[in-house]
């Protein structure tokens, strides 16, 4: 009997029984989910195909996923409702085992959210709504989730949504050979505190992950952001659940009397079914008043990071002052708007932009948000992101809010930070008065008045930039100041907003140029070639040659603009062909603005500029690493008699904390990687410095190791574990092998790699 491992997943183009494969929509840790089309009755389905290493060779394993997937195929097909998704067929093909479910088309609520921030509340109400009358013809059925979250909502283009994915489910009073002591099922940061402590999931331990999902929906945040998996579960089982109304203001009492009641800590205490809550959904969005306790749903402060939702469903082993809410203004007629006169702009100094705008509101819309919050809102990234232009578009639309001026203070041109200050007053036309330093006049000139002042490029000077902004908060009860710099400036009150590159189009370029019309980072290539050159137009022969730049350039909008002005001299693939040695390319910015802004290669010398000694030599090091890396990686092939290992950790904060590398937790592990023009720029640091023979040895020898161990354990008891590592050290592996063709160490390596590369269809 073949090793079900060694079969291989399905491509588009291919063809499982009458189901032709369009693409890979999405993947889990059981299945990989296509676009597919069936033959026979012209229609667009979902297939969920089970990986075929899901087993191994081991038929024990193996069985056991093949019913727990077929599991999920009978759940689903028990259910015949509008908000679920339907199960048309299970069959097999080729070794290989297969749903064909109904396609919802509009996305999950998990990746609107990752699109829009949050959900207006009667958006995010209407969709929980449909979740709920999904679980509750489930729960009518038998069936409970067991695994309720955004990512298994989705929503179709016509605005429905429809619980997906019962691959957790279970049958009430059946046992299931899923739960076991110690063990936890579904996805943590939406688990009832029943199943964090183990124990067997109930129609209520769903009702309080949707809860936790309508939460998410309205704050743009889980209600619970553990830094691991023991905090994440501790804060479920004993932490408060928090008022969404902390984090959104608007949201009505009945809405929050809906959280307050679905996410108390004893089951018994929730709603009794899901047609209950069902039935106070429909009343809050029908403006009826919801009556529930909530006295004992203290509000509590969440810390936010970026959701990552890779900390997945499966099994995981079990880990041994807040302001009152205003109340929402009282139910009447619209207001006539033509009776309102806007108010005046307040005075500025801001500078028009002589290009468009493009793409950044959802980064605009957290922005604004954020800023209504704290005082001093600090917009960090690497350069080249477009943190003025945003600063500047999110001044311009707080004009008529700030009646004492809206001030752009740019300080890039200072040479030292004791001219901060001088810099500040001359933007607002400022003199010191007799007696008095510059900084209490300043604050005399202000006192109470409503001011928003933007502080521009503050890295290079940024401890007096904070001083500076401190001093002016702190004497000045209704000044607001938007900084935008590569690091923040760590005063006390501080919000951070990362403004990250343009989102990027799909790599498999299977999207048309329709649909790459939509998309941020080709239309700003489009608009600026279409200034360089009269005429450019996005078009079928063209659109996926301008994604694969806007790909390459990380969508980084400087360097997409860059590569836009060449359109007047070479054809797009031209450029995409040039791309391999960007900073020659890139080197035709506008003489109007600064000199570090007309080349990339400058743009990142003002950054490489301002690193220490130790901090350059771990920069340049860093670039031998592909894709991403973990710390332990760093620490073992970067170190060395002249950088010592025990530094490496903080040297490496310092380079994300100024956005030259980038950290990402995947899986509650942390990992890091350059943006690849970033990158290419280290690398030529690292072959100035003469170090690259032994840095690259060292790269090859360390993952030589790791492989080896790998090969020891990947057919054990945490083969899941060993193979997310080599999923997770692949670019890394490849790297090695193209470097040292030949070499002896490269050769063993590929070896050691060999099963693993098997087992995965590579």
């Known amino acids: 009997m073949p090793d079900p491992s060694s079969i291989p997943l399905p491509k588009p183009g291919d063809q499982l029984g009458q189901y032709e494969i369009i693409r890979q929509a999405g993947a889990g840790g059981m299945g990989v989910v296509y676009e597919a089309r069936d033959v026979d009755l012209h229609r667009v389905v979902a297939l969920k195909v089970l990986r075929p290493e899901t087993g191994g060779a081991d038929q024990t394993v193996t069985n056991s996923a093949t019913d727990r997937f077929l599991r999920e195929a009978r759940s689903a097909a028990r259910l015949n409702h509008p908000n679920t998704v339907a199960v048309y067929q299970v069959g097999r093909h080729a070794g290989l085992i297969f749903i064909a479910m109904e396609w919802v088309d509009g996305g999950s609520l998990s990746e609107h959210l990752r699109e829009s921030i949050f959900l207006e509340w009667r958006e995010a109400t209407a969709a929980i709504r449909d979740a709920a009358a999904g679980l509750a013809a489930a729960h009518r059925a038998g069936i409970i989730h067991r695994d309720v979250k955004p990512a298994n909502l989705m929503r179709a283009r016509t605005g429905q ?6 691959g957790l489910a279970r049958v009430h009073d059946i046992p299931s050979d899923l739960t076991q002591a110690g063990t936890i099922l579904g996805t943590p940061m939406y688990l009832s505190p029943e199943q964090c402590r183990g124990e ?13 999902s309508y939460f998410h929906l309205l704050t743009s945040r889980p209600p619970f952001d553990g830094n691991n998996l023991a905090l994440l579960l501790h804060q479920h089982v004993a932490q408060p659940f928090p008022q969404a109304r902390r984090f959104a203001d608007e949201i009505p009492d009945s809405i929050e009397a809906i959280l307050a009641r679905g996410s108390k800590k004893n089951p018994a205490d929730r709603y009794p079914s899901a047609d209950a809550m069902l039935a106070d959904l429909e009343s809050a969005l029908a403006g009826q008043k919801v009556i529930v306790d909530v006295s004992k749903s203290a509000a509590t402060v969440v810390t936010r990071r970026p959701v990552d939702e890779t900390i997945d469903s499966g099994i995981i082993a079990s880990p041994g002052d807040p302001a009152q809410p205003a109340a929402p203004a009282p139910a009447g007629p619209a207001p006539d708007m033509t009776a309102i006169t806007p108010p005046p702009d307040a005075p500025n100094n801001l500078p028009q932009s002589p290009t468009s705008f493009i793409g950044r509101q959802r980064e605009l819309a957290e922005a604004n948000h954020l800023l209504m919050r704290a005082r001093l809102l600090s917009l960090i990234g690497p350069g080249g992101t477009g943190k003025t232009r945003m600063s500047l578009e999110l001044a311009r639309s707080h004009l008529a809010e700030f009646p004492g001026g809206v001030w752009f203070v740019d300080l890039a041109g200072i040479t030292g930070g004791d001219v ?10 400022v003199r010191a008065s007799a007696g008095k330093t510059l900084i209490q006049s300043l604050i005399e000139s202000i006192r109470d008045q409503r001011v928003l002042i933007v502080v521009d490029n503050c890295e290079h000077v940024i401890d007096a930039a904070a001083a500076t902004c401190a001093a002016l908060l702190g004497g000045c009860t209704n000044l607001r100041i938007v900084a935008t710099t590569r690091q923040a400036l760590g005063c006390a009150g501080e919000a951070e907003l990362r403004v990250p590159a343009l989102a990027l189009p799909k790599a498999d370029d299977s999207e048309s140029a329709e649909d790459l019309a939509a998309n941020d980072a080709v239309r700003l290539f489009v608009d600026r070639a279409a200034q360089a050159r009269a005429g450019f137009a996005l078009a079928a022969d063209n659109a996926h040659a301008i994604a694969d730049i806007c790909r390459r350039l990380d969508g980084i909008p400087l360097a997409i603009e860059l590569a836009a002005a060449r359109v007047k001299v070479l054809s797009v693939a031209q450029i995409a062909d040039r791309l391999g040695d960007a900073f020659k390319l890139l080197t035709t910015g506008p003489r109007t603005v600064l000199p570090r802004q007309r080349t990339l290669r400058a743009l990142i010398d003002w950054s490489y500029d301002l690193l220490s000694p130790e901090e350059r030599t771990l920069f340049a090091r860093l670039s031998i690493f592909a894709g991403s890396c973990a710390l332990e990686s760093v620490e073992q092939v970067a170190a060395d008699e002249e950088l010592d290992s025990g530094l490496i950790l903080d040297l490496l904060t310092g380079l994300v904390d100024k956005s030259l590398v980038i950290m990402e937790e995947k899986a509650g592990a942390a990992r890091y990687r350059m943006l690849e023009t970033i990158r290419q720029y280290s690398a030529e640091k690292l072959t100035e410095s003469g170090q690259r023979p032994a840095i690259q040895q060292k790269h090859l020898e360390h993952f030589l190791a790791r ?29 090695a092998l193209d470097r040292n063709e030949g070499h002896r160490a490269a050769i063993e390596l590929m070896v050691q790699t060999g099963h693993y590369w098997t087992m995965r269809g590579n």
């Not at 949504?161 to 019962?166: A, G, I, N, S």
């Not at 492989?707 to 790297?735: C, F, S, V, Y």
């Open 161 to 166: 949504v429809k619980v997906v994915d019962f």
């Open 200 to 212: 067997s999931g109930t129609v209520s331990s769903d009702l309080y992950a949707l809860t936790c």
């Open 420 to 429: 901060v200050g001088q810099s500040v007053a001359a933007a607002m036309n």
């Open 707 to 735: 492989a080896t161990e790998a090969e020891k354990n990947i057919n054990g008891p945490e083969q899941a574990m060993w193979l997310a590592r080599m999923d997770a050290d692949h670019d890394n592996i490849r790297a």
